[in-house]
């Protein structure tokens, strides 16, 4: 997955909440997904997603996976 552009300063805690509240709610918002994870880099996004695993004891791949859909699959 290319990355737009990769921040430097960035908080693995505060990008998975702000995963997380994205996933809350009657529709996941996809924009917000979007800010965080195509605004990281490769390494950054296996942080966040470990970072994901330990704050809510959930795989983040199948949380994206199982809120997605359409043109994201």
Same mark, same amino acid.
């Given at each position: 997955? =290319?990355t737009l /552009?990769?921040? %430097?300063?960035? #908080?693995l @805690?505060?990008? =998975?909440m702000a /995963?997380? &509240?994205a996933?809350?709610g009657? #529709?996941?918002d996809r &924009? @917000?997904? $979007?800010? $965080? /994870? @195509?605004?990281?880099?490769v390494?950054?996004? *296996?942080q $966040?997603?470990?970072?994901?695993? %330990? $704050?809510?004891? %959930?795989? /983040?791949? &199948?949380k994206? *996976? #199982?809120?997605l #859909? @359409?043109?994201?699959?």
């Amino acid at each position: 997955m =290319a990355t737009l /552009l990769a921040l %430097e300063d960035f #908080s693995l @805690g505060e990008d =998975a909440m702000a /995963l997380n &509240k994205a996933f809350e709610g009657w #529709s996941t918002d996809r &924009k @917000g997904m $979007i800010r $965080i /994870l @195509g605004h990281r880099n490769v390494d950054q996004r *296996k942080q $966040i997603r470990l970072a994901y695993q %330990e $704050i809510y004891q %959930e795989d /983040l791949n &199948k949380k994206l *996976k #199982s809120e997605l #859909s @359409g043109d994201f699959e």
